[in-house]
């Protein structure tokens, strides 16, 4: 016979289940299935954080390194294309113009943008693929093409500032 308090743990065993289940996206129904999503799951976090950490690092070695002025900038990818955000804390003549450039040359289409330039710069936009690109492109290598152009466009305001 079943007592009451294992009745209680397996109902709140089955409900951690569902939690994790649904956390975890996961469509399996028995127990192992769950917790095998689970640590799929899990596992795609990890290379998630450690993807992230190697972000962060390259753009303060970059920016330490490169970039005279203190950039942030952060790529997500949308279901189709990417939100792209660029910011600096000073207002940075000609920047908008080197980005623009380099989303053409990465064939994106900007959809949507809102960009400020008077004290700050401030740049949210929504990069389209071109529908005529037969591979399609990630977020790092969007982040990296928007990183040299604003290396492209220090190195440039650096030699006007020279001559």
């Given at each position: 016979?079943?007592?009451?308090?294992?009745?209680?743990a397996?109902?709140?065993?089955?409900?951690?289940?569902?939690?994790?289940?649904?956390?975890?996206?996961?469509?399996?129904?028995?127990k192992?299935?769950?917790?095998?999503d689970?640590?799929?799951?899990?596992?795609?976090?990890k290379?998630?954080?450690?993807?992230?950490?190697?972000?962060?690092?390259s753009?303060?070695?970059?920016?330490?390194?490169?970039?005279?002025l203190?950039?942030?900038?952060?790529?997500?990818t949308?279901?189709?294309?990417f939100?792209?955000n660029?910011?600096?804390?000073k207002?940075?003549?000609?920047?908008?113009v080197?980005?623009?450039?380099?989303?053409?040359?990465?064939g994106?289409?900007?959809?949507e943008?809102?960009?400020s330039?008077?004290?700050?710069?401030?740049?949210?936009?929504?990069?389209?693929?071109?529908?005529?690109?037969?591979?399609?492109?990630?977020?790092?290598?969007?982040k990296?093409?928007i990183?040299?152009?604003?290396?492209?466009?220090s190195?440039?305001?650096?030699?006007?500032e020279?001559?």
């Amino acid at each position: 016979m079943v007592s009451r308090e294992q009745k209680k743990a397996a109902a709140a065993l089955h409900e951690k289940l569902q939690l994790l289940r649904s956390i975890t996206n996961s469509h399996a129904l028995n127990k192992t299935s769950i917790i095998v999503d689970a640590s799929k799951y899990i596992e795609e976090l990890k290379q998630r954080v450690e993807r992230l950490n190697q972000d962060i690092a390259s753009a303060e070695s970059s920016s330490s390194h490169q970039n005279p002025l203190p950039m942030q900038v952060t790529v997500e990818t949308l279901e189709k294309g990417f939100l792209i955000n660029v910011f600096s804390k000073k207002s940075c003549s000609g920047l908008l113009v080197s980005i623009l450039e380099a989303f053409e040359e990465l064939g994106l289409n900007v959809l949507e943008a809102r960009v400020s330039c008077t004290e700050s710069f401030n740049l949210q936009a929504v990069g389209g693929e071109n529908e005529e690109q037969s591979e399609s492109m990630d977020a790092q290598v969007v982040k990296q093409a928007i990183l040299q152009a604003i290396r492209n466009w220090s190195e440039t305001c650096s030699n006007d500032e020279q001559d």
